[in-house]
Nanobody, 115 residues
């Protein structure tokens, strides 16, 4: 059984910063990929950032240079540092873990960027 617990969402003004955390527990293998996705109302879920167990990262152009994903393998935890936030970053952010061919999702945390 794998569980993902997210924290760190909230309300922030445009230009502000937030840091999300996601802690994984259960049958976690050392070789995996963890990441963050987001889903805004009426839109499809989209990739925000991804990091593999070797530390390689992937970002879409929409967040490149503003968001940074990192991980602590010893704690099975990933972080998403979000800077220069924009209203269009408003969404529910979901943590994702892929082990082999199996994927797991967290419950989601709301991020709202508004003045």
């Amino acid at each position: 059984q794998v569980q993902l617990v997210e924290s760190g969402g909230g309300l922030v003004q445009p230009g502000g910063s937030l840091r999300l955390s996601c802690a994984a527990s259960g049958s976690i293998f050392s070789i995996n990929v963890m990441g963050w996705y987001r889903q805004a109302p009426g839109k499809q879920r989209e990739l925000v950032a991804r990091i593999n167990s070797g530390g390689e990262t992937t970002y879409p152009d929409s967040v490149k240079g503003r968001f940074t994903i990192s991980r602590e393998n010893a704690k099975n935890t990933i972080y998403l540092q979000m800077n220069s936030l924009k209203p269009e970053d408003t969404a529910v952010y979901y943590c994702n873990l892929v082990i082999g061919f199996r994927g797991y999702w967290g419950q989601g945390t709301q991020v709202t960027v508004s003045s």
